[in-house]
Each structure stands twice: as C-alpha cells, then as structure tokens.
C-alpha cells in the first residue's frame, strides 16, 4: 500500500528562551505499508523530532502526519524503541513484555497474552520470562524491547537509533535478528541512525535529510535482494556503491554547512 | 545446575586468595584491638584513679548502671519511650516527605512556586523552632515526635523529588508512546523506578529520626533516654549519662542493620 504514513508540509519550530528555532521546514514525505524506511542526515538535523512527530508525542506547528488516511491523535498504536532497550529492572521479561497490554488495561485479555506467548516462544525468550533484564544479553534484551512493543500490534514501528548502544558484533547479530521479526511480523518501520552501513542493510528505502531546518534531500531505493539477511547483504557487491551514494550526499550537506558558516 | 569440577588453583592463585583472608582477618583483628584497648584504659585508668571516675564514668561502672535500671525495670521503659517516638516520627516523616515529593513531581508549577520556601526550611536548623513547637503542639510527646518530623521531612522530600525527577527521559516517552497516562507513568515507572533511592532515604532517616528525637527529649520530656542523659548530667551522674549512651548506641545500630537487611533483599532482585 501507497502512502501508508504521509507527512504533509511539516514545519515546527522549538522555543527557548534566547529565541526560536526552526527544526523541520516544509519536511514532505511517505512510507508505504510493510517497507522499512531509514532517516539519515547531519547530527542536530532533528531526526528525532521526525518520529516524536509521528508518534503523536509532539505536535507540529505547521502541517499534518497522515497514518493510514488518519491524522495522528493522541492515542496512535505506534510502537517506540529508543537507543537502550529502556526495560524496567524491577519487572521480569514477561512483565516486561507485558507493560503496554497493562497500560491499555489488556493485561487479562486471553488473545493479547495468546500472541505475546506465540512471540516469547517464536523469539526464544519464552524460558527466560521469568528472569529479569539484568540476568540477558544485550541482543536478548533488545529482542525483549522489540516484543514488548510487537504484542501491542502497532500500526508503524519507529526506530530511534535502537542499535547504537551494542556494540560492533552483538549489533550486527540484533539487527539480523531484528530485521527476520520485523519482515516475519510485516511491520512498517521508520528508523533513525547516524550509521550508513545499518540503514542500507536494514532498509528498503533511505531518506537523507538536509541540515537544519531539515528538508528531504533525497530519497534512495535500496535495490539489494530482498531474501538477503543484513549481514549479507553487507557483503554484496552493490552495497559499497550504496554507500558512496549516500555518504557523498550527507558529505555535500555537512560542505554546505561549512562554507555558510564561514 | 552446572557440574561441580575440582579446579587445581594455581599457585599465583592460592597466593592472591590467601592475601583476600589475611587482609580480612587483619581489619577484623584491629578493629577488635581498638575497641579492647580503649576499654581496657579506660578501665584501668580509672580504677587507678589516674582520671577520675566521677567525670568519666568507666565501663564496668556502666554496667553496674545498665543492671540496676534494668532490674528496676527503668531501663526498658525508658528505651521504649524513646523507640516508640523515633519509630514514630521516622514513619511519619518517611510517608509525609515522600507524599509531598510526589505533589512536587506532579506539578512543576507548585514545584516552581515552593521552591525559595523549600530552600530556606531546609536551611533552618530545626533545632532553633523548639520553643514554637512547645507552643504550638504542648510539652511532650507530641513535641517530641514534631521535632523528630521536621528534622527528616524536609531531606526526605528533596531526596525523593530528584530521585522522580532523575528518571530516564526516554522511559518516560516510552510509557507515553504506549499511551500511559500520568498516574500509570506515577505507579508504573517513576515510584518503583525510586525504589533504591527510597532504600539510601530510610538510611538516612534512621539517623536523622534518631537526632530529632533525643533532641525534642533535651527539649521537652519526663521519660526516654534522652531525658535520662540529660537528667544524668544534670546531677552529674556521669553513669547513667555514660549507660544511656551506650545504649543508644547499639539500638540504633540495630535499626540501622534492619534498614541495612531491607537494602540487600531489595537490591537482590
């Protein structure tokens, strides 16, 4: 499906004391149903901001984010993951896992504990339900977070960096297996990263961002084979070209910054 | 369950174990010897009449002290004055200090608004609002018990608020994303996630209780062991005023090991 997640004109602008700066102007984009879609651009280009936006979590001052035809209200079924896996220490995996369905006071609804059973077990974290956060390992921990916001069924999943605090191997194990449940599960994907190299193995398509006030500078289709795992795709022989592609548009954009600042 | 297997240590390795036990066993040996050496000179410096006894009260008088009270069943009622007022004021300064740090975390407003106030009761040594409190509340327990509130509400209050206050910003979005509500963030996240910090307070208050207590006895009290030690020093008794301080020594050790027993159980899990 076309247009499943549409930003129309965005802008928005933060307030602080010593003035007012425009973060996002005239931002315009769409992801379709099932396709995972990375957001890069220059640090402080306000990448985070995009997904607080679709999240419902802030609103624009200018504009609208359309999800499935609908505007974003302030109970949209997103699912969040942020830099850490965010799980509470107290709680136990399952308890864990659980917190959302608590939430929405879904926690006795027999379906809802029916799916997050089939997702603990299809993950390989049923047997470890009863431990707690600190007992796993960082890719089972990030399995967990991913799980947690899956048994919600969330019409877009959006990804804040939520591999950037693995480190170099333990990351390409997580996004592999991230990448399996996310297209096992068909969910859409809005991810943010600083890192080129995640963003062409994970994504469908990548948007790259201007400086700030962030514009979309373009949008490149990542043409590898779909039935590649990230890793391998990371061996391909196009992937590399790929990567000039885009580190030569994010370098373009951090020139331009220079010479404006000079 | 892993397969236990006879490990054949090293020699470097005995070596670095064997320096862990001697270490261990020397603190344990000195920390004895201080205690023995102290008495002990005490003891003998005051049976020789090298310092007399009369200023300095000596250990086997202060047990001579402890068994009389005690046998007159003085000693246990005094103690349990004192504890049932700590215990008192250090609840009720627990359950009021963080009540009113959970009204601050919830409205940055009032927050904003008492902040100078704040500042300046947690400036103002409790102490010196004695008299008022006489006054206000009358001579005795009740007295006893504001003091002991006073002296514990207002760093129980300025602990738990930063304790809320320092809370993970993203678990805070990650709660709202999934369409938590402010009570939900209250109960779910913000109060279990202080829950170490809530542990270091009662730490503190063990104390702190302890402090605001015998205070509020020197200021105001017919019975406790702060009134004792006053009483004592008042007629120069220096064994009752020596007994009663030891005393108050070991029970509020007690307390502190039973708060220190809390802290482990919950940091287990």
Redesign the interface.
Same mark, same amino acid.
């Given at each position: 499906m076309k247009d499943y997640l549409k930003l129309n004109d965005i802008s928005l602008s933060y307030h602080t004391k010593e003035g007012e700066t425009l973060a996002l102007e005239n931002l315009s984009f769409s992801a379709n149903k099932n396709e995972y879609l990375s957001i890069v651009g220059p640090s402080g280009c306000g990448k985070t901001t995009i997904l607080s936006l679709i999240s419902g979590l802030l609103k624009p001052s200018k504009g609208e984010v359309l999800l499935d035809g609908e505007a974003i209200g302030k109970n949209v079924d997103i699912g969040y993951m942020f830099q850490r896996d965010q799980l509470f220490e107290w709680r136990t995996i399952y308890k864990n896992v659980t917190l959302g369905l608590e939430l929405k006071k879904k926690a006795k609804d027999e379906e809802c504990l029916k799916r997050v059973e089939y997702l603990l077990k299809q993950y390989g974290l049923y047997e470890f339900k009863n431990s707690y956060p600190s007992e796993l390992s960082g890719g089972m921990r990030q399995r967990a977070a991913l799980i947690r916001t899956l048994c919600l069924e969330p019409k877009i999943l959006l990804l804040d960096e939520p591999f950037s605090a693995l480190d170099y191997q333990t990351k390409l194990n997580v996004c592999d297996d991230v990448h399996s449940i996310i297209t096992e599960e068909k969910q859409t994907v809005i991810a943010v990263t600083h890192d080129i190299s995640e963003a062409i193995s994970m994504s469908d398509r990548v948007l790259v961002l201007t400086k700030r006030p962030a514009k979309v500078k373009c949008i490149i289709d990542i043409n590898l084979p779909k039935n590649l795992t990230p890793l391998e795709k990371r061996e391909n022989k196009d992937f590399s070209k790929y990567f000039d592609l885009i580190w030569k548009e994010l370098s373009n954009e951090k020139e331009n910054n220079n010479s404006i600042h000079k | 369950m892993k397969k236990k297997t006879i490990i054949a240590y090293t020699n470097e390795h005995k070596r670095y174990l064997k320096k862990i036990k001697v270490d261990k066993a020397t603190t344990i040996i000195a920390q004895v010897l201080i205690l023995v050496v102290v008495l002990g000179l005490w003891e003998i410096l005051t049976m020789t009449n090298a310092i007399d006894p009369f200023f300095l009260s000596s250990p086997s008088r202060m047990i001579k002290t402890l068994i009389e009270t005690f046998k007159t069943g003085n000693l246990i009622y005094h103690i349990g004055v004192t504890v049932y007022e700590t215990l008192i004021g250090f609840l009720l300064a627990t359950f009021l200090g963080v009540f009113i740090a959970i009204l601050l975390w919830w409205s940055e407003k009032l927050r904003k608004i008492l902040d100078p106030y704040i500042v300046v009761l947690n400036a103002l040594p409790k102490i010196a609002l004695g008299p008022v409190i006489i006054i206000w509340v009358g001579a005795g327990t009740s007295a006893i018990i504001t003091m002991c509130i006073l002296i514990c509400i207002v760093i129980t209050t300025l602990s738990m608020l930063s304790a809320f206050l320092n809370c @993970?910003k @993203? %678990?805070i #979005? =990650? &709660? %709202?994303? &999934?369409? #938590?509500n402010k009570f939900?963030i209250l109960f %779910? =996240?913000i109060i279990?996630?202080a829950?170490v910090d809530f542990v270091s307070v009662l730490k503190i208050n063990v104390g702190m209780s302890w402090v605001g207590t015998i205070m509020g006895e020197y200021l105001v009290s017919k019975a406790g062991l702060g009134y004792l030690i006053v009483y004592g020093g008042q007629v120069f008794n220096l064994d009752l005023v020596m007994s009663s301080t030891l005393v108050l020594c070991l029970i509020a050790c007690v307390m502190y090991m039973l708060v220190g027993i809390l802290e482990r159980k919950v940091r287990k899990?």
């Amino acid at each position: 499906m076309k247009d499943y997640l549409k930003l129309n004109d965005i802008s928005l602008s933060y307030h602080t004391k010593e003035g007012e700066t425009l973060a996002l102007e005239n931002l315009s984009f769409s992801a379709n149903k099932n396709e995972y879609l990375s957001i890069v651009g220059p640090s402080g280009c306000g990448k985070t901001t995009i997904l607080s936006l679709i999240s419902g979590l802030l609103k624009p001052s200018k504009g609208e984010v359309l999800l499935d035809g609908e505007a974003i209200g302030k109970n949209v079924d997103i699912g969040y993951m942020f830099q850490r896996d965010q799980l509470f220490e107290w709680r136990t995996i399952y308890k864990n896992v659980t917190l959302g369905l608590e939430l929405k006071k879904k926690a006795k609804d027999e379906e809802c504990l029916k799916r997050v059973e089939y997702l603990l077990k299809q993950y390989g974290l049923y047997e470890f339900k009863n431990s707690y956060p600190s007992e796993l390992s960082g890719g089972m921990r990030q399995r967990a977070a991913l799980i947690r916001t899956l048994c919600l069924e969330p019409k877009i999943l959006l990804l804040d960096e939520p591999f950037s605090a693995l480190d170099y191997q333990t990351k390409l194990n997580v996004c592999d297996d991230v990448h399996s449940i996310i297209t096992e599960e068909k969910q859409t994907v809005i991810a943010v990263t600083h890192d080129i190299s995640e963003a062409i193995s994970m994504s469908d398509r990548v948007l790259v961002l201007t400086k700030r006030p962030a514009k979309v500078k373009c949008i490149i289709d990542i043409n590898l084979p779909k039935n590649l795992t990230p890793l391998e795709k990371r061996e391909n022989k196009d992937f590399s070209k790929y990567f000039d592609l885009i580190w030569k548009e994010l370098s373009n954009e951090k020139e331009n910054n220079n010479s404006i600042h000079k | 369950m892993k397969k236990k297997t006879i490990i054949a240590y090293t020699n470097e390795h005995k070596r670095y174990l064997k320096k862990i036990k001697v270490d261990k066993a020397t603190t344990i040996i000195a920390q004895v010897l201080i205690l023995v050496v102290v008495l002990g000179l005490w003891e003998i410096l005051t049976m020789t009449n090298a310092i007399d006894p009369f200023f300095l009260s000596s250990p086997s008088r202060m047990i001579k002290t402890l068994i009389e009270t005690f046998k007159t069943g003085n000693l246990i009622y005094h103690i349990g004055v004192t504890v049932y007022e700590t215990l008192i004021g250090f609840l009720l300064a627990t359950f009021l200090g963080v009540f009113i740090a959970i009204l601050l975390w919830w409205s940055e407003k009032l927050r904003k608004i008492l902040d100078p106030y704040i500042v300046v009761l947690n400036a103002l040594p409790k102490i010196a609002l004695g008299p008022v409190i006489i006054i206000w509340v009358g001579a005795g327990t009740s007295a006893i018990i504001t003091m002991c509130i006073l002296i514990c509400i207002v760093i129980t209050t300025l602990s738990m608020l930063s304790a809320f206050l320092n809370c @993970d910003k @993203d %678990k805070i #979005a =990650l &709660m %709202k994303s &999934m369409g #938590a509500n402010k009570f939900q963030i209250l109960f %779910k =996240l913000i109060i279990p996630n202080a829950f170490v910090d809530f542990v270091s307070v009662l730490k503190i208050n063990v104390g702190m209780s302890w402090v605001g207590t015998i205070m509020g006895e020197y200021l105001v009290s017919k019975a406790g062991l702060g009134y004792l030690i006053v009483y004592g020093g008042q007629v120069f008794n220096l064994d009752l005023v020596m007994s009663s301080t030891l005393v108050l020594c070991l029970i509020a050790c007690v307390m502190y090991m039973l708060v220190g027993i809390l802290e482990r159980k919950v940091r287990k899990r």
